[in-house]
């Protein structure tokens, strides 16, 4: 061979393995505080050249979220030459979903049976209440309305079967207070083997047809739980009631302000938030376990259907809207999900301007929409869901009819596909 072609192979070469290495450290580099104490590893996932916002992707799949002015001057650079700039409309900074995949007819198409593609962070979105949440609509009730009534059409494959997703997981954790949680399902997202079911399904598959990344539907919760008590967030203050201290977060009635930490071996204020959390972050510290093949994930957002016990208590009723407004931001705080969408419905047989608790807390739900409240506006929205209640009421688990869990489902997921395109 000439000396002058092998010195040409040579080049060639020596510039491929130097292309190889910038195209890997592109994919993830070292990242250092703004004063130096503090370094991590990390793949850039977004950055906002408007708001200073970057969201980055740790080794664990983890997102994390800051602001530009938190890193080093050769991090900044480093964004200013090579971030990806965006504008945030969806989680992690960019839109999940697109004008076309939200069209009516496309919401509950049936799905075309293919997997998910997993080179894409698992989508999330954790769902949380009680009773009604867990599900106890019965499946026989929904087995009639697909086939007198020829509802919920994707449910079910050319021959009558129930399908099976192999793009959305469906998973569900449950525990008592801040106890160990159990698995009470782990597969994929299909009504087969189920006796009971909840809005997961209608949730499901409008976002499964709607994202093109890998979703995984994570409920955690467990039935006769209040938000002024045993859902209390972090960061709920004390207060007075017709004469009475009602308990803060970690409070108890002796100690209505407690030390900021678990009482141990006694219930408290917001003892099962923490389960709850706990029983969720479990889940995504060990994906693959949950979502096979998956190692990256962020929190898309919430859902949250509740209010039964809080009516039977003045003080939680009268309550409420503050502590859902507590609640929708120390959910973002705790998934380090700022930019997650929150969905709410109200109580079934709720209506609007009745009295009572009932009303306070219809109320209250309808008050935190974004179209009313100006810091939601854009990232929460209320489902009022009296039109799709087919009988019976919260406390009664709607007379276990399967389609008022459908229903209400598939309203909670037309609305997050809202937030999520950005309207």
Known sequence: MKPTLTRSLRRIACLTAIACLLAAGAQARTWTSSDGTKTFEGELLTYDEATGKVSVTLSNGKQMNFQRDKLS?????????NGTKTTTTGSGGKSLVTAASTDPKELFKKHDGKPADMTKPVQVFILMGQSNMVGLGNVGTLDAAVKTKSKYPYLVDDDGAWTQRKDVRNVFVMCSGNSPAKDEHNDWMSVSNRNKLGPEHGIGHCLGNTIDSPVLILKSCIGNRSLGWDLLPPGSEPYKFNGETQPGYRGTPKD???????????WYAGCQYDGDIAAAKKVLENLESYYPEGKKYEVAGFFFWQGEKDCGSEAHADRYEENLIQFIKALRKDFEAPDAKFVLATLGEAKKGEGGNKGKITDAQLAVDGKKNKEFKGNVATVY?????????????YDGNGETYMDVGEEMGRAMVELLKGN
């Open 256 to 266: 209505p302000k407690g030390n900021g930490e678990p009482v141990e071996g006694e």
């Open 385 to 397: 869901s009296n039109p799709f209640c087919h009988g019976g009421s919260g406390n009664s688990h």
């Open 73 to 81: 001057a050769d991090d900044i650079a480093f964004l200013k030459e």
